[in-house]
């Protein structure tokens, strides 16, 4: 295996490794306590999370890795007899639709819409409890999409 694919597959592995264990917070615990605030708390904590993540090194994690998960599928399909090339595809795939697209379609807006909510009233909780169960549904997903992502570059990595 060419010297600059094993540092893209090692940063890749890494990487996606990386955001499944943020994610796998959420989905296990992070999640569980927010939804056992007032919630009222509970939403400012959230909106908190989410106004601080967009700025933080997490972003310097998150989308480099699906930038670099495009430039592996692409270069698995050129080199489709290559004997990992099956192995970077998944990887690739599993990031790109089971973690990267999935924030975008369907975290980022109900961070929006939690955005936009008061946090008080019947309403709140409802939005809250609406919330909390999809977010953590589609953050399962992610959880999942990252760590397969991860173990396949991983094993790209022992096939060669």
């Known amino acids: 295996m060419a010297t600059m694919l094993t540092i893209a597959l090692t940063a890749a592995a890494i990487g996606s490794g990386l955001v499944a264990g943020i994610f796998f917070a959420f989905s296990t615990f992070v999640m569980s306590a927010l939804s056992r605030l007032p919630t009222e708390q509970g939403i400012a904590a959230m909106n908190s999370i989410n106004v601080t993540i967009v700025r933080s090194p997490f972003m310097l994690l998150f989308i480099p890795t699906a930038i670099l998960c495009v430039g592996i599928a692409t270069l ?8 990992a090339s099956v ?5 690739a795939a599993s990031y790109v639709f089971g973690s990267f697209i999935p924030t ?3 975290n980022v807006p ?3 819409a939690l955005a936009r909510a008061s946090g008080n009233g019947a ?3 409802a939005l809250w409890a609406v919330y909390v169960k999809d977010w953590t549904w589609w953050n399962h997903v992610r959880t999942a999409g990252s760590l397969l992502a991860s173990v ?6 022992i096939v060669g």
């Open 152 to 157: 396949a570059f991983v094993r790209a990595l």
């Open 76 to 83: 698995a399909v050129l080199n489709w007899r290559a004997p």
């Open 123 to 125: 309403d709140a909780a």
């Open 87 to 91: 192995w970077l595809l998944a990887g």
């Open 110 to 112: 109900l961070n929006d």
């Open 104 to 106: 975008i379609a369907f």
